[in-house]
């Protein structure tokens, strides 16, 4: 069974500053999805990795793949307020998406 | 483009009854796969379907089903509602033609077991 770890679960962090949030998985997969969830809302999708060393960045959330080490990582850098959210990584197992239980993120003044 | 449209957005049903919950893909998408999100358990995957096919079922019981129309169109029906069964239930709809494998979801529909 494939397990998804992601730390830390809550983050709580002054804007301007940068933190990494860590997604570890148990198997080997293809695919590696990142999502950002705002309260009562919907999965937003914000990055896809499909190959070992793939790194994608849109503004200030920066996501790698290392599938050797079966780690992913999203950086945030120079945090802003509307960052706050939950953030899930989902790791592909055949057809499914299996999630980790989500980095609460607080960005404060 | 319109996205993933999952409706009734809200529901409260009372232990024992059924329910079912709707979802229509973005157009042309085949893939529609369902996931409970809970407090407690995290999102879970429920099961994924591809042209009217069920591909992949995850660890629910039998009283969780669903199907697929040829339109893409994708129901999921729970019997005998247990008080244990309120969630966010979220669909997904990816292309899956191997090429972009995205998965975009739905607002979701708010279930309440009373």
């Known amino acids: 069974e494939l397990k998804v770890e992601q730390n830390p679960l809550f983050l709580s962090m002054q804007e301007g500053k940068n933190y990494t949030i860590y997604c570890n998985y148990s198997t080997t997969s293809d695919r590696l999805y990142w999502y950002r969830q705002d309260p009562g809302k919907s999965l937003e999708s914000l990055f896809v990795?499909?190959?070992?060393?793939a790194v994608k960045q849109e503004g200030r959330l920066m996501a790698s793949l290392d599938t050797k080490a079966r780690l992913s990582t999203l950086h945030i850098t120079a945090a802003v307020h509307d960052l706050s959210a939950t953030y899930f990584c989902?790791?592909?197992?055949?057809?499914?998406?299996?999630f980790g239980k989500g980095t609460s993120l607080l960005v404060t003044p | 483009k319109a996205g993933v449209t999952q409706t009734p957005r809200y529901l409260i049903k009372t232990r024992g009854q059924q329910v079912t919950l709707s979802c229509s893909p973005i157009s042309g998408h085949r893939s529609v796969s369902w996931y409970q999100q809970t407090p407690g358990q995290g999102l879970q995957f429920l099961f994924e379907?591809?042209?009217?096919?069920?591909?992949n079922k995850g660890n629910f019981p039998g009283r969780f089903s669903g199907r697929q129309f040829s339109n893409s169109r994708s129901e999921m029906n729970v019997s005998t509602l247990e008080l244990g069964d309120s969630a966010l239930y979220l669909c997904a709809s990816s292309l899956n033609d191997n090429s972009n494998t995205e998965a975009f979801f739905g607002q979701g529909t708010r279930l309440t077991v009373v």
């Open positions: 989902a790791v592909a197992a055949g057809y499914a998406l299996n």
């Open positions: 990795l499909l190959s070992n060393g």
């Open positions: 379907y591809f042209s009217e096919t069920q591909r």
